[in-house]
């Protein structure tokens, strides 16, 4: 017989023993004590032991990086956004303008260096910079056997020229507030290109003034158009001593257009334009050989080439 069957044999006989008289209340406790030991006590599970947390690695901070595109050449232009957290932006020493985004525009002059450097000052003190290579270009050098002509202007033609010159000063420094410089621009009109940004003379070593825009030669009369908006900041019927009737646009962020040798103008001094707007008529007005478009691009003391801007003439 199994150890558990004996004991369990002695349980009912002890309870018979026990058992109340015929018409008697069996006795709770004998109850409760023949149950607790018929009853296995159980065996307490083992305690898990909880696994130690692992936390995941942290990942490294990035550093903050500028992001831009455009013409990194001599005459070129970019536009980018500013690293995350900065503070202000500049192209070398020129503090460049940051709109409600981050985003910036810079250029590079026609005679720029092949180096250059962004620089983001952040929040917090620390220096972010990018250097950028600034490809050169050949340009259009014609080199003359001729003394270049000596002697300077007359006092009478200087007396006229001062305030032309003051005007076109004070209107491609006007810094507006507009946002044509984001915008990709379009030719004011289509034609032949008569004359190339850059081009020079040299006289028995000595150079001349290069050119500062670009030419289109068209019919006189024919319309052109704002290649993007802003602010008309010079409007001039009145014809300048060598550039004619004259325009010119303020896109923002440092950068401007002017339009010369027109034969009308459509637009007045204050008035906001949107791309494809009409501006005026071409014609030859002022120190011009036939009817064109003088076209030229500035940002700040920058001459930029406009052919970067709008691609090949459609």
């Known amino acids: 017989m199994s150890g558990r069957r004996a004991i369990l044999l002695i349980v009912i006989i002890a309870l018979a023993a ?21 009853t ?10 909880k696994a130690p947390v692992r ?8 550093a903050p990086l500028f992001a831009y595109a455009g013409e ?22 020129r503090e460049l303008a ?42 259009n050098i014609q080199r003359i056997n001729l003394a270049k002509r000596a002697g300077g202007s007359s006092a009478s033609f200087m007396a006229r020229r001062r305030p032309e010159l003051d005007k076109i000063w004070d209107a491609r420094t006007a810094e507006a507030d507009s946002d044509g410089w984001s915008q990709d621009f379009v030719w004011p ?8 940004f850059g081009r020079q003379r040299i006289y028995r070593g000595e150079p001349g003034s290069y050119h500062s825009g670009i030419d289109i030669a068209v019919p006189s009369g024919t319309p052109f158009v704002a290649p993007a908006s802003g602010l008309v900041t010079l409007a001039s019927r009145r014809e300048f001593s060598l550039e004619g009737q004259i325009i010119i ?16 103008i459509a637009v007045s001094e204050g008035d906001f334009v949107e791309q494809g707007q009409l501006l005026g008529r071409i014609g030859s007005s002022g120190r011009a050989t036939g009817p064109h478009l003088h076209w ?15 691609g090949p003439m459609p």
């Open 55 to 62: 936390e995941a690695p942290a990942e490294p901070a990035r």
């Open 18 to 38: 026990c058992a109340p008289a015929s018409g008697e209340e069996p006795n709770e406790r004998a109850v409760l004590a023949s149950t607790e030991l018929l």
């Open 189 to 196: 009109v289509t034609g032949r290109i008569s004359g190339h």
């Open 249 to 264: 646009i303020d896109h923002g962020a440092g950068l401007n257009s002017a339009f010369i040798h027109l034969s009308d």
């Open 98 to 139: 940051l709109d409600a985004k981050g985003e910036f525009f810079a250029a590079f002059d026609r005679d720029a260096g092949t180096q250059e450097v962004l620089v983001a000052t952040l929040e917090d003190g620390r220096e972010v910079r990018d250097n950028l290579t600034i490809s050169p270009r050949e340009w």
């Open 296 to 310: 030229s691009l500035k940002w700040h003391d920058t001459r930029l080439d406009p052919y970067l801007f709008v």
């Open 40 to 49: 296995e006590p159980a065996t307490p599970a083992p305690a898990l032991e």
């Open 72 to 93: 990194l050449t001599q005459g070129g232009w970019i536009r980018g956004k500013a690293p995350l957290g900065a503070a202000s932006v500049r192209l070398g020493e």
